[in-house]
């Protein structure tokens, strides 16, 4: 791994500029960062813009101008183009910090930071918690991995749009803590439909239901922001779960079942009289 270097970061590109690199990108702006913004999707321009970034023509020149990369693509095929021979590998400078935020396999990101390690770059994992609404606020929660030092030069970055940063170790551990953090919360998703769906069933307020929960210890963040989870993601985060747990030969009968009530609770989330039926 190459020492990091000393100097501040005062260029950041953002690959990705969907519902949490949007934001992300407005954070970053209005803490000074120089912004520079690359999406396969033309039509973000304008909102990225508007937010104070500056639309690089793809990642190629974005690499090429960019003192840290932050990668907020949604897949791994995604991610793993990135780190090719035509993008990153080539175009980035070497010293550059790259981060990925993309929710992905510990084992792929412990690959690309040894690939990216062989071309002169810092690749580190930077995972992000809590949901769009903490982007939009700048609340997030990230998960860091990677050497010491340079996670200490990327933090003034991650603190623009994160209210707590926490250093998990090496390589890897970031999509583990994110991994851990996701299948809690599909559970507790799941849990509280079930929950509410009883309550509703037997004609109490659900609101006020709701509300009394949160003070009792069976509170948790997917009830607390009840009606705005999309589970846009859900089958995807529990993929990986059962992933690690074949690997690390662990049985999760409850994370298995979680992930098949999501595949069919996504459609009618939130609509408590048709659970259950």
Known sequence: MNKPHSSPIRTVGVIGAGRMGQPIIGHLARKGFTVLAADTDAAKRAEVEKRGGQWAADAASLAAGSDAILVCVGYDRELRELFSERVLLKHARRGTVVAILSTVHPETVRELAQLGGRHGLDVIDATMCRGSWAADEGTLLS??????????????????????????????????????????????????HEGLALAQRYGLDIE??????????????????????????????????????????????????????????????????????
């Not at 170790?169 to 996701?182: C, E, L, R, S, Y």
């Not at 993601?233 to 999501?262: F, G, H, S």
């Open 143 to 192: 998960f860091v991995a990677g050497p010491a030092g340079i996670v200490e030069r990327l933090k003034p970055v991650l603190a623009a749009f994160s209210s707590d940063i926490i250093h998990t170790g090496d390589i890897g551990t970031a999509q583990v803590a994110k991994a851990v953090n996701n299948m809690i919360m599909w559970a507790c998703l799941v849990a509280d």
């Open 208 to 277: 006020m239901m709701r509300k009394a929960l949160q003070t009792t210890h069976s509170a948790n963040g997917a009830l607390e922001h009840w009606g705005k989870q999309t589970m846009a993601w859900a089958d995807d985060d529990m993929e990986i779960v059962a992933a690690m747990a074949k690997e690390m030969r662990l049985a999760l009968p409850q994370a298995k079942a979680v992930q098949e009530v999501c595949r069919t609770l996504k459609p009618k989330r939130f609509k408590l009289d048709q659970y259950g039926s």
